[in-house]
C-alpha cells in the first residue's frame, strides 16, 4: 500500500481527493501539506532540498508549505547536528498523529478494494499499479534507448 501511495505522492496524483473520509482531513491541511506530511513519515527527517525533489516540486514551494505546516504545529524544523547550514524538517507528534489518521483512512479504502477482486485480480491491480507510476516516473526518452547527455567538445581557437 505504502509503495502505490508514494508512486502516487511523487507523480503529483490526488487519490485522497477521491476518499469521503478525507474531507474532515482537508478542513485541518490541505492535499499538498498532507503529501508533505506523508513523505516525512516515509522518510523520517529530510532537508528541505530532498523533500522538494521526492515530491518534485520547487524549493521556494515546498519552504512556504513547510513554514504553515509549523505554524500548524504539524512538522518541525531543525538544524542539523554535522553541519549548521543544513536545516532538517520532521513530524512533530501532532503530525505524526494526523499522518496516523489518513493512514487508516486510506487502509479503509484498501480493504474494501480487497474485499471486491479476488486474490489473483488483487495481485494483477498492484503490479499494474507499480508498472504505471514507474511509468509515469520515467522521463520521456523520445524512442527505446535512454537518452544521454553527450559532452561535446568545443575548439576553441587561439
Do not use: C
Not at 492535499?31 to 518534485?56: C, D, N, Q, Y
Amino acid at each position: 500500500m505504502e509503495q502505490i501511495l508514494e508512486l502516487f505522492l511523487k507523480n503529483g496524483l490526488r487519490p485522497l481527493s477521491m476518499l469521503p473520509d478525507m474531507a474532515g482531513l482537508e478542513r485541518v491541511v490541505n492535499r499538498s501539506e498532507i503529501a508533505v506530511l506523508l513523505m516525512l513519515h516515509f522518510r523520517g527527517k529530510m532537508t528541505m532540498t530532498a523533500l522538494a525533489s521526492e515530491l518534485g516540486a520547487p524549493l521556494s514551494t515546498m519552504t512556504s508549505l513547510a513554514q504553515r505546516l509549523v505554524r500548524k504545529g504539524l512538522i518541525e524544523r531543525r538544524q542539523s547536528g554535522t553541519d549548521q547550514r543544513i536545516i532538517l524538517v520532521q513530524l512533530t507528534d501532532e503530525g505524526l498523529q494526523l499522518v496516523l489518521q489518513v493512514k487508516a483512512t486510506i487502509e479503509k479504502v484498501f480493504i474494501r478494494v480487497q474485499a471486491a477482486l479476488s486474490a489473483d485480480e488483487l495481485n494483477q491491480f498492484l503490479a499494474l499499479a507499480v508498472k504505471i507510476g514507474k511509468a509515469v516516473q520515467e522521463r520521456e526518452t523520445g524512442g527505446t534507448e535512454a537518452q544521454t547527455s553527450k559532452v561535446r567538445n568545443i575548439p576553441i581557437e587561439d
